[in-house]
């Protein structure tokens, strides 16, 4: 009887090992297949790139006819930029970093137009709603208010909160690296102008300028030494910003392209963005990086039925997608949605499928379109957006 318990005990041992070890086998299975899923999801995490935007744009130059629509859409009691910047607002809001180039003084007194400007207060805060997180304010206009105008252009701007670089109100605020945050990366921007319209600098530090007659080598020294000092602050990347060439030019000068070769090869600087010549000129990758040459007018009157090129009309966003790659942070590809000021009402209307959202300007806005993207260029990593739909 004691052989028979023992022998009935051990088959009954036997019988709730096997199902005890069929479900340890399985947990084991379960716990192996979760880590792997874990691990490999951690993998791609870890060689995932870092990705985001940052948007350039071109000349906001506030005209007398422009200023006096903001007027009208305020109802004549206070200037209201928000209708002309309202179209363009995803391209400039929805990026990571929006960087504008302020081509005026903005300032608290009377505005004022061609040839000697100032642009109302009310712009700056156009600006910060419109969702641009700072401007370039480097230009041959920056000096048309004099030292008083840099520092009301300056004092506007930060009173929005909009950073900014390019002329400065002291000689500390010159010597300020500017840094941004962009998504994961600190962007850095410096400014330059090739001109100031024949006006003295009131000091060497108002205005950032590198004179279009002087030799490259001796200008990239300038920016050589302003990019170490911003990549000395933080910044992970620089974005070199331009006020050069020449007007109603859509090829790029001699000294553009020789400048262009010396300040991409510097170490950190990641993009040229240009402006300057009123019209749009080619983007165009130089040593692997890409340059902009100009993103002609983003605002203002000029335009046909003003005695100008028809192309002075016209302008582009340009959209830098940057990745971190194992040489930091680096441009990948450029989109750049091409624009067309608004004859009278002064919108600032992207042209791609005119025909869809502003079937009154169909005609004007793909014209506009295949002028601007005939010299823009297009190839793997350079297109239009959105895509034009004639």
Known sequence: MLDQHVTTSRRRSRHLIVPFS??????????????????????????????????????????????EDARAFGNG?????DPMFRPIRRYIAGVDLAICHVETP???GPPSGYPIFSAPAALAGGIRKAGWDACDTASNHSLDQGQSGIRETSRLLNA??????????????????????????????????????????????????????EPARKKVRIVRRDVKRTLAAGADTVIVNLQWGDENSP??????????????AINGVAAIAGQGPHV???????????????????????SRAAGLPTATQDGM?????????????VVKRVDYVPTLVEPNRHRILPTGRGRL???????????????????VGRGPYLKPVPRHRP
């Open 106 to 108: 903005i300032t608290t």
């Open 317 to 329: 966003i340009a959209l830098l997608r940057f990745a971190k790659t194992s040489r930091g942070f």
């Open 280 to 302: 749009v000129q080619p983007i165009k990758r130089i040593g692997g990086k890409f340059v902009i040459f100009s993103s002609g007018n983003l605002l203002s009157n000029q």
């Open 77 to 81: 009691k206070t200037f209201d930029f």
């Open 160 to 213: 929005q909160k909009v950073r900014h670089t390019g002329s400065a109100p002291s000689r500390a605020a010159a010597l300020r690296p500017v840094v941004l945050s962009a998504g994961p990366a600190k962007v850095g921007l410096v400014a330059y102008t090739d001109a100031t319209n024949g006006i003295r600098r009131p000091h060497g530090w108002s205005v950032n300028l590198l004179p279009a007659a």
């Open 251 to 264: 090829a790029p000068n001699h000294s553009q392209w020789a400048l262009a070769r010396r300040i991409v």
């Open 22 to 67: 069929i479900v340890l086998v399985a947990l084991v299975g379960l716990i192996l297949i979760a880590a792997r899923d874990a691990g490999g999801q951690m993998g791609q995490e870890a060689v995932r790139p870092a990705r985001f935007t940052v948007s350039t744009s071109g000349d906001l130059l506030i005209h007398t006819s422009v200023w």
């Open 357 to 375: 959202n502003y079937p009154g300007m169909a005609r004007a806005l793909t014209r506009s379109w295949r002028r601007t993207v005939h010299v």
